[in-house]
């Protein structure tokens, strides 16, 4: 068996190009770039950035088109494929994509990591107490004792 697996963390570089198939369905594709931090022989500190080309199928592509934009994080799983075609110009030519199987959002980059509306991208208010109880709505139980006998079970 065979394994043509790829997982990417890593925020976009431009936004999500939605068009449709001659099928009737939805293709989207964008661009997102990720970062590897390492030391060097020498013990001084370097980062790489890959850039990877992402192609998204059917309702996925709707979502991500609708949703992300340049500068999002997003998580891909999916499959590595390579395609090529002739060129008048420059003759035969090759693109590397991740066809992905899986999109997830991640973090919004406004970094405050409070719950947002998504109708009006306004915080939510911060609940009262933890159980989302306050004060003034607490249940008022009655003082009396209760008796074991007169529980009928």
Do not use: C
């Not at 394994?3 to 989207?28: C, H, W, Y």
């Amino acid at each position: 068996m065979y394994i043509n697996k790829a997982m990417l963390f890593g925020n976009l570089t431009r936004d999500p190009e939605l068009r449709a198939l001659p099928s009737g369905g939805q293709v989207a594709s964008f661009g997102i770039a990720t970062n590897r931090v390492f030391k060097k022989a020498d013990g001084s500190r370097a980062e790489a950035t890959e850039f990877h080309n992402i192609v998204v199928f059917g309702r996925q592509a709707e979502t991500a088109a609708q949703y992300l934009k340049k500068g999002s994080s997003v998580y891909i799983e999916g499959r590595i494929q390579t395609r090529s075609w002739d060129s008048p110009e420059k003759g035969k030519q090759y693109k590397t994509e991740i066809i992905a199987e899986r999109v997830q959002f991640g973090p919004r980059p406004s970094g405050s990591g409070q719950p947002r509306d998504i109708n009006t991208e306004e915080p939510l208010a911060p609940r009262s107490s933890q159980s989302g109880v306050g004060k003034d709505d607490a249940i008022d139980y009655p003082q009396e004792d209760i008796n074991p006998d007169d529980i009928p079970f």
